[in-house]
């Protein structure tokens, strides 16, 4: 059995009952002296009689006369042998000790020398991370330590500062432990048996051990807590600090280019010493202050300190079930095993030092907001953190029919050996005996108690049941004061239920074994990222209201790279920061700490001189990873058809109004719930007027999924200068307007725009699928939209949604033509699962189709698999121009586009590697009106789809047509494989439109290798 040990105080006696969990003492007198035990005439044993009697000689002598006899041989011994002239001298000698003075003088023999003692010495120096590793080498109780929401309670520990501890850099536990001699005496056997305790109440009187005996000697704890100012010199300082206090330096093997200097830690760093003794009298000058050099040479001399001033440290524990009385005499009692209490209490004891610490950081935030001194900003969790932020309802009727069972079950077995004694006094009396000792024996089956095999089945299903619906999903705190308050008010929530738990595994230790139990605690780690960002302004930020990203940060967590400053700037505009408005400027800088995750683009419609009445709204400073778009509706002028407002709506309950928004929508799209479908591309239409006057004109969205939205309604040719036809048109719309269009004059109608602008903005543009569309910014001005630009976001939603982002089909959807985007839509929901496994890319258009020309659109995603791989191509034309497409694939599929026959088939060839850039130019003849195909080229890769190493190795494939002498109005579309993921990509086909004539559009289409 291991040495039970508990830090002494002066309300402990021998023979004490006491609790080696809780720490705390219990009834006198739970043991006593053996009445039979008599003393050996030993010295040693004598002075354990004379300790054993409270170190009171009168006790002793009224006791054992005998023993008090030895003990005065010994001390007259003693006597004898120190000699009066050291003994004089045994105060300077202590001085000499202190300051490190260990020349003895010539002729003194050590064995006379009265701080000369047998000892053991243990020298400890190590870092610590965790607040239980110092109560572990302390001997403290992790379950006294929360209890009373102090290292130690009362007791030795309470000079440590938790908060200190937790907000620092680097801790450093430097331990000297001595030991003079262990007086435990072997009298104390007999367990005293109270009548009036009954067996449910042997914890609370008893405890699970007695005070057998005490340690003496001394004990130095000192810890060191840095807190680094400049965080790359953490390693520097933390390699100082251990070359200075690790063993070696007791005697004096320090090199001095190691040693920390005083100057570097005052400047550096912010240092706190704490230094706990007991035994060894005055350790270190009083006039001197703790410093690391005065700490060393403190625990240097310790132990010879120790040897002249001793003092008990520890009261040595005996477990009751180690006395032979508490057995012999057939007692019911059946203390509780704590052994395997330990680990899960010193895990308890962390989470609740963390808890308390974020507990008081919460206190110090709000009041640093309220005063204006700081920040905040919501936290962003990683999709991994956030999943472990559910917790179990801790059911109070669980935990009771625990104990209640555990109770039953030590009833049972005390009225067990009960009724066994009972019957074994009958055996005399009745012939039965036998068989009702059987009976006894024998525990009870499922035949003799159904009903209550039954209940215990039923009560395991229905705790089943409770399991998977009783449970506590944690949010991310909201970044404002309500947050903060339901934050504090969780913090101390869970630290609650921590001091709960030490209660209820004081009562049954076998909770500490119920790995269950862990689903009923937030980890502190996954609480500390939900709560929002607190950092400290300083004064000129404070007044300007502008964030600091490098700001110290007084709550909450941020991850090593998100508060550094991102190379790429917040906003992507053609116009210099200096021309937009002030306004604009100003809420730029004020949320360029958002550039790592949001990017401003645009703007659409008047920029500068814009005046001081427009109204700007920047979406950008309510934005936070808890906006994820669900739907979006626009609204338009009722005669003028201009757009006048838009409205977003977000999973987390929230909308942003841009502009006017009353009344009914034009139009609106609903995206998935399950947070997989996302806006990948917008067009803003401008109109000019003939007055010069700049609206937006409209607006077109498409997702992921290929849904589609569009302001505009189609009007018919001429309408805009038409106020009947106009008319006709606001009454032909599916949607009631908004009804502005009663504040317009009617020759503001009749201004006809003379000229449209179209500017598009995609997800493809800002580097793939992580990034969607979030808001807009704009100015609002008469009800309506003066200008508009588009906020871009990385996908990192919180809550994280269900379903995973799927990867659009088509890097610009908006741009194909109507009938394309059928097709699109088309394969989109009949075959869904090739999301992500191919992109359309841009497509080429040759032209305006002639008024009596009508087109048909292909696309082979129709039909392609994602196994196909292109083995030869084909071209067919006719009069110089490319009307259709042979793909024949490794399988032997083929795929005809347009009209190809092998008459009109101009050109043929096998690939024989991957294609992983193309290039499709077009022309025009001076006598022709539209352009046409005039060549497709490829450039080919190795045969996994890279990039060849070697330039010479790098080849091309190239249709051309039947020359390029006298071609006008050339243009070329060029096109790399994308770089989504770390997939390979390349051309698995084609799409596009044809006439009667000619291909009319052509795009490539990528395969996901």
């Known amino acids: 059995m291991a040495q039970l040990l508990a830090p002494y105080n002066s309300a402990m006696r021998l023979g004490q009952g006491f609790n080696s969990y809780t720490q705390q003492i219990c009834i006198n007198d739970a043991v006593s002296i053996d009445p039979n035990w008599k003393p050996e005439v030993q010295r040693s044993e004598a002075i354990i009689v004379g300790f054993a009697k409270q170190d009171s000689k009168e006790a002793a002598e009224d006791s054992e006369p005998e023993a008090y006899e030895e003990l005065n041989r010994f001390e007259k011994e003693s006597r004898i042998r120190s000699e009066p002239a050291v003994r004089k001298s045994s105060g300077a000698r202590k001085k000499d000790v202190v300051k490190g003075n260990f020349n003895y003088q010539a002729g003194e023999a050590l064995s006379v020398l009265p701080w000369v003692k047998p000892q053991i010495v243990t020298y400890t120096s190590k870092f610590v991370d965790k607040l239980s590793d110092v109560t572990d080498s302390m001997n403290i109780s992790g379950s006294l330590s929360i209890q009373t929401s102090q290292i130690g309670g009362k007791a030795n520990g309470s000079y440590l500062d938790s908060d200190k501890f937790k907000a620092s850099d680097i801790n450093f536990l430097l331990q000297v432990k001595v030991t003079n001699q262990i007086l435990k005496p072997p009298e104390y056997t007999q367990f005293n048996k109270n009548s009036g305790v009954d067996a449910s109440e042997f914890r609370e009187v008893y405890g699970d051990c007695f005070i057998s005996g005490w340690e003496e000697g001394g004990e130095m704890n000192a810890v060191i807590s840095v807190k680094v100012l400049d965080k790359s010199n953490i390693s520097k300082i933390k390699a100082a600090l251990e070359a200075q206090l690790t063993t070696p330096s007791l005697s004096g093997k320090i090199s001095a280019n190691v040693d920390l200097e005083k100057s570097t830690v005052s400047q550096e760093t912010e240092t706190t010493i704490t230094v706990n003794w007991s035994g060894g009298g005055s350790i270190k000058d009083p006039m001197v202050d703790w410093s690391i050099g005065t700490l060393k040479q403190a625990a240097a001399a310790f132990p010879e300190l120790v040897a002249i001033t001793p003092q008990r440290t520890y009261a040595v524990l005996t477990k009751y079930t180690a006395l032979s009385s508490f057995h012999s005499r057939g007692y019911k009692y059946s203390p509780l095993q704590y052994e395997n209490a330990g680990l899960y209490t010193n895990a308890l004891l962390d989470a609740f030092m963390d808890y308390k610490s974020m507990w008081k950081q919460i206190s110090q935030a709000t009041d640093a907001l309220e005063s204006g001194q700081a920040s905040i900003e919501l936290g962003r969790p990683s999709e991994e953190i956030y999943a472990q932020a559910v917790i179990k309802v801790m059911s109070q009727d669980e935990t009771d029919r625990r104990l209640i069972e555990s109770r039953k079950q030590k009833l049972l077995e005390s009225e067990l050996a009960t009724a066994k004694a009972e019957v074994k006094k009958l055996k005399a009396q009745s012939s039965g005996t036998e068989k009702a000792i059987e009976d006894v024996d024998t525990p009870p089956t499922n035949e003799t108690a159904p009903e209550q095999t039954a209940a215990d089945d039923a009560s395991a299903e229905k705790t089943k049941t409770e399991d998977k619906k009783d449970v506590i999903p944690y949010t991310v705190f909201k970044d404002s004061f309500v947050g903060l308050i339901q934050a504090r008010r969780a913090c101390r929530f869970e630290m609650s239920k921590i001091v709960n738990e030490v209660g209820l595994v004081a009562k049954d230790p076998g909770i500490a074994t119920d790995t269950r139990r862990d689903d009923y605690f937030l980890n502190p780690l996954v609480f500390k990222q939900l709560l929002p960002v607190v950092r400290s302004l300083t004064p000129e930020n404070a007044k300007m209201g ?430 790399s494989a994308p770089t989504i993921g770390k997939a390979i990509w390349t051309v698995r086909g084609f799409y596009g439109e044809y006439s009667a004539t000619q291909i009319t559009r052509l795009g490539v289409i990528w395969g996901r290798g």
């Open 546 to 975: 502008i964030k600091d990203p490098n700001a110290a940060i007084l709550l909450g967590y941020c991850a090593p790279d998100q508060g550094d400053h991102t190379k790429t700037p917040l906003f992507d505009f053609t116009y210099p920061f200096t021309d937009l408005p002030g306004d604009l400027q100003i809420s730029i800088k004020k949320n360029e700490y958002k550039a790592d995750g949001y990017r401003m683009e645009g703007i659409s419609g008047p920029v500068k001189d814009i005046g001081d009445k427009p109204e700007l709204i920047d979406a950008l400073k309510q934005l936070d990873p808890t906006y994820r778009p669900t739907s979006i509706g626009v609204w338009t002028h009722a005669l003028l058809q201009h757009l006048v407002g838009i409205r977003m709506k977000y999973s987390n309950g929230q909308s942003i109004d841009f502009g006017a928004c009353s009344g009914n929508a034009l139009q609106e799209i609903h995206l998935e719930r399950d947070g997989s479908e996302y806006i990948t591309q917008v067009t803003i239409q401008t109109s000019r007027s003939e007055n010069g006057k700049v609206e937006i004109f409209g607006i077109e969205l498409c997702t992921s999924n290929c849904k589609f939205l569009s302001s505009s309604v189609p009007l018919k040719e001429g309408a805009f200068g038409d106020a009947e036809e106009a008319k006709e048109t606001k009454e032909a719309k599916t949607g009631p307007s908004s009804g502005e269009g009663t504040t317009h004059k009617q020759d503001e109608i009749l201004k006809k725009p003379t000229k449209m602008e179209t500017r598009s903005f995609s997800w493809y543009k800002k580097g793939g699928v992580n990034w969607s569309l979030r808001g807009f910014f704009c100015h609002k001005l008469d009800k309506g939209l003066l200008n508009l630009g588009v906020i871009w976001g990385k996908d990192g939603f919180v809550p994280v949604p269900t379903g995973a982002p799927r990867m659009p089909l088509a890097k610009d959807f908006l741009c194909q033509s109507p009938v394309q985007k059928k097709k699109i839509d088309l394969i989109t929901r009949t075959t869904p699962q090739i999301l992500g496994k191919f992109l359309m890319g841009d497509v080429l258009v040759t032209g305006p189709i002639p008024k009596n020309g009508t087109t048909e659109a292909f696309n082979a995603l129709e039909e392609i698999d994602t196994t196909w791989k292109i083995k030869s191509l084909g071209f067919a034309a006719s009069n110089r121009k490319l009307t259709g497409i042979q793909v024949i694939y490794l399988d032997g599929t083929e795929l005809i586009h347009g009209h190809y026959t092998e008459n009109t088939r101009v050109w043929k060839c096998d690939t024989k590697a991957p294609f992983i850039s193309t290039k499709i130019s077009a022309a025009r003849l001076p006598t022709d009106a539209m352009t046409y195909v005039t060549s497709v080229e490829f450039v080919k890769g190795d045969s996994a789809g890279r990039t060849p190493d070697w330039i010479f190795d790098v080849s091309t494939f190239r249709y051309l047509g039947e020359g390029e002498e006298g071609l006008m109005d050339t243009t070329s579309m060029i096109e």
